[in-house]
């Protein structure tokens, strides 16, 4: 028995369509023809990503920041012009763009605080 690699990523929010929205009209995803209940899922390849309402045991605002510990990277076709219109419309900005292995890259912090990494480089 063999695992493959990642198949699906979910990040849990408080706010279903304010994440949703977020993730549509500011990164350019767009919606998957199917999502379970509670969730939008997002047609992205080579991975499903999603943002799903909290298991009842996940406490959002419980001290430190979202996701801690995991490191999300999500491909852009230009990498240089999203974070422009990020910061244009103030989303906080974690690390400033920079030229690296993985091509353009830069992190931002998504509505509830997730730190997500985009870069341009295939």
């Keep these: 028995m063999t695992v493959t690699g990642p198949d699906f990523i979910a990040l849990q929010v408080r706010d279903l369509e304010r994440a949703a929205g977020f993730y549509e ?8 023809p199917f999502s379970p209940p509670h ?14 309402e909290t298991q009842p045991d996940v406490d959002l605002d419980a001290g430190g920041r979202a996701g801690l510990g995991v490191a999300l990277w999500l491909h852009s076709t ?3 012009t999203l ?4 910061e244009a419309v103030g989303v906080p900005i974690l690390t400033p763009p920079f030229d690296g292995p993985f091509g353009r890259t830069f992190a931002f912090a998504d509505p509830d605080g997730y730190a997500v990494t985009i870069h341009d480089k295939q």
């Design 25 to 32: 009209e500011r990164l350019g995803l767009r919606r998957a």
């Design 39 to 52: 969730a939008v899922v997002f047609a992205t390849t080579p991975v499903p990503f999603a943002v799903r």
């Design 78 to 80: 230009d990498a240089q």
């Design 83 to 86: 974070h422009d219109a990020l």
